[in-house]
């Protein structure tokens, strides 16, 4: 991949995003606690939910364009009624937006549809 490409820059702008978040290469969280909020809250604690919050859970990515919150203890209360069957919140966006994911690992953020978390986060860096 030439390093000068539109997606070489989007990666790294990412990595340096989760980086001054606190996450780094192969970062993960026990997911017991968040498994246990989630299951409280009424939501189905999907794995691909799990795998997400194992790698970004507590941390808060500021982007360029927003701030995505992987924060459950912050957020979590707030979710009573506005969350979709089916769909399990793994994250917040500064505008508002709830980041969900599916059994099937798809991300669904206010309102558009995405196939992973990695074709989501690629939009926020555009």
Known sequence: M?????????????RDAWQRSGWTPGRQ????MVRAMLIGADFRAWPAALEILAEFGGLT????KRTIDFDLAFWLPETRGEHLEDWCPVGRTSRGDWVQVDMD?????????YESMQAYWLTLVK
């Open 105 to 113: 690992g798809r991300i669904l953020c206010a309102g558009e549809n």
């Open 29 to 32: 969280i026990p997911t017991h």
């Open 2 to 14: 030439n390093p000068r490409s539109p997606q070489v820059t989007q990666l790294r702008t990412l």
């Open 61 to 64: 990515i500021v982007l360029p």
